[in-house]
């Protein structure tokens, strides 16, 4: 999966409420939801060991894995802020600050469903890495 970058026709897509729509032709072939997560969460690790960040977090976001999603937005943000603004392109560095606020408002902002909260919930009940990802773009933000 991870490989043909195809996720839309292999698995579907995700839509605004966090929920799986248009199921794609893998979703037809496999027995169960499960299979299909197992799938999906091998491929994102693949992706994230390859530092393919935007590819694994599509990936957790198909499996429905939003704890995932949020773990590795957190884990990039901080690397983000922890180094020294003259050690890195102002641009470059804002440039990135803003991807991951729009793929967090994607994923977890206002018009994301309930279905997201409650999975994080699931691992997180204080929803503590939500806050933490606030807290660090305030701080990239800075």
Same mark, same amino acid.
């Given at each position: 999966v991870f490989k043909s970058k195809? @996720?839309?026709s292999l698995i579907g897509e995700i839509g605004r409420d966090g929920c799986? /729509?248009?199921?794609?032709?893998?979703?037809?072939?496999?027995?169960?939801?499960?299979?299909?997560?197992? /799938?999906?969460? *091998?491929?994102? =690790? *693949?992706? !994230?060991?390859?530092?393919? /960040?935007?590819d694994a977090v599509q990936l957790y976001s198909l499996s429905g894995d939003y704890f995932h999603v949020l773990k590795i937005l957190n884990n990039r943000l901080a690397? $983000?802020?922890?180094v020294p603004k003259g050690e890195r392109n102002k641009k470059e560095r804002r440039k990135? $600050? !803003? =991807?991951?606020?729009?793929?967090? !408002?994607v994923h977890f902002g206002e018009k994301s469903g309930s279905f997201v909260k409650e999975n994080i919930k699931r691992k997180d009940p204080q929803l503590y890495?939500? !806050? /933490? @990802?606030d807290s660090l773009l305030?701080?990239?933000n800075f």
């Open positions: 195809d @996720f839309v799986r /729509i248009n199921e794609g032709l893998l979703c037809s072939l496999l027995n169960s939801e499960t299979e299909l997560n197992d /799938i999906l969460n *091998m491929s994102a =690790k *693949m992706a !994230e060991s390859e530092a393919n /960040i935007e690397q $983000i802020v922890t990135d $600050i !803003e =991807k991951f606020q729009r793929v967090y !408002e890495s939500l !806050e /933490i @990802f305030r701080l990239a």
